[in-house]
Structure formats: C-alpha cells, structure tokens
C-alpha cells in the first residue's frame, strides 16, 4: 500500500506582500491611461510597464502556492518597473508621475526587505515540509 503525502513548501509570500505586489501591478497596468494625455511616456515604456503589471499579477496566484519560479518571477518585474520608474525624476516628468513613481520604488523596496524577513524566518521549519515521526519509548 502507498500512501501519498502533500509536501506544503513554506513562501516567504505573506498577504502584506501580495497586498504591495497587487497594487504595483494595477498601478502598471493603470497608466496605460497616460497614453493619451498631454504629456504622456512613450508608448512602448507605457505598454511595457502594463506588461510588467500583468505579469506580477500572473505570477501571484502560482507564487502564493509555494512556487519559487513564479515568485522570482513576480520579484524581477517589480524590480524591473521600479527601475524604469527612476528616470521620472530626471525626464521632468509632471508631478503627480513623479508622486506614482515614488510610490513604486519605495513600495517595491518595502515589498523586497519584507520577503527577504520572511524567507530567513521560513528556512528553519521542518515540520512545513517534513511529518513529525514519532518517538516511540521516550514517554515520561
């Protein structure tokens, strides 16, 4: 007889940084609504950063389940929007971008330092991945 056992695979993906990753990707994805105003990015910066949005809002659902390649995943393209946000400063871009954009980077590092916590904390948990044996002949 063979028994089969689920193997939960602990995430340092906890609700306050799928919260943060959700909102930076609706926020990509929103200013796909700058393409026709008066001052707007490139469209091809404006198309790529939606694109950026739909993918961390992709990679969410895998990356909550425990898959490491989705979560990296999730990771590089906020890492990626983050950066592209940073010519905002420099390009004389209107303020309420500039406001957006800061927005992103601090959020983006705030989202960061939380699952680098969160994966320290979650490495020492055996019981997340393996079942506890029992110790026979040890009762007290």
Known sequence: MTTHQAVVRPTPLTGTV???????GLIDVALVGAIGSTDPPPLAVSLGVAALGLIT????VPASRGSRSALGTA???RVISALLAVPAFFLSAPVWVM???GFVI?????ALFLLRRNARGSHGS???TRPSIPQYGHDR
């Open 75 to 77: 990771v590089v393209v």
């Open 57 to 60: 809002l992709g990679a969410l």
């Open 99 to 101: 406001v957006v954009e």
């Open 106 to 110: 601090v959020a983006t590092i705030t």
């Open 18 to 24: 799928t919260a943060i990753f959700v909102v930076l």
């Open 126 to 128: 055996p019981t997340a």
